[in-house]
């Protein structure tokens, strides 16, 4: 069975709920960016199948984008290869990111992630 990867820093209690509360601002944070000037009047008049489908596309999207992104990466002799939890995670906070008012903050993180790998 391979090793799973250790975080040295995330061991301590008080750098993972650090980590965990930075996570939850940065969604919300993306959440309120995203619904700046959004009128919601409109989806009242969706039905319910029509709202379940896109949101099952939105998570399709987000897992083919990891899966894609990771059978790219396995082409490149890595020391450690980039698991697809990992790759999930990684292209699930990028696309989160990219709502935030900056240009493209998900992109420039997710490269300077694998770079350091």
Same mark, same amino acid.
């Given at each position: 069975?391979?090793? @799973?990867?250790?975080?040295?820093?995330?061991?301590?209690?008080?750098?993972?709920?650090?980590?965990?509360?930075?996570?939850? #601002?940065?969604?919300?944070?993306?959440?309120?960016?995203?619904?700046?000037?959004? *009128?919601?009047?409109? #989806?009242?008049? #969706?039905?319910?199948?029509?709202?379940?489908?896109?949101?099952?596309?939105?998570?399709?999207? #987000?897992?083919?984008?990891?899966?894609?992104?990771?059978?790219?990466?396995?082409?490149?002799?890595? *020391? @450690?290869p980039v698991r697809y939890a990992t790759m999930l995670a990684l292209i699930a906070g990028s696309a989160l990111l990219n709502y935030l008012p900056a240009v493209r903050a998900g992109l420039f993180g997710r490269a300077a992630y694998?770079?350091?790998?």
């Amino acid at each position: 069975m391979a090793k @799973r990867l250790q975080t040295p820093g995330l061991k301590r209690p008080w750098v993972r709920a650090t980590t965990w509360v930075l996570g939850v #601002v940065l969604v919300a944070a993306a959440v309120w960016f995203a619904a700046q000037g959004v *009128d919601l009047s409109a #989806v009242r008049s #969706v039905s319910a199948v029509t709202l379940g489908v896109m949101a099952f596309a939105v998570a399709g999207n #987000v897992l083919l984008s990891a899966a894609l992104f990771g059978s790219v990466t396995k082409v490149f002799p890595l *020391d @450690r290869p980039v698991r697809y939890a990992t790759m999930l995670a990684l292209i699930a906070g990028s696309a989160l990111l990219n709502y935030l008012p900056a240009v493209r903050a998900g992109l420039f993180g997710r490269a300077a992630y694998l770079k350091k790998r």
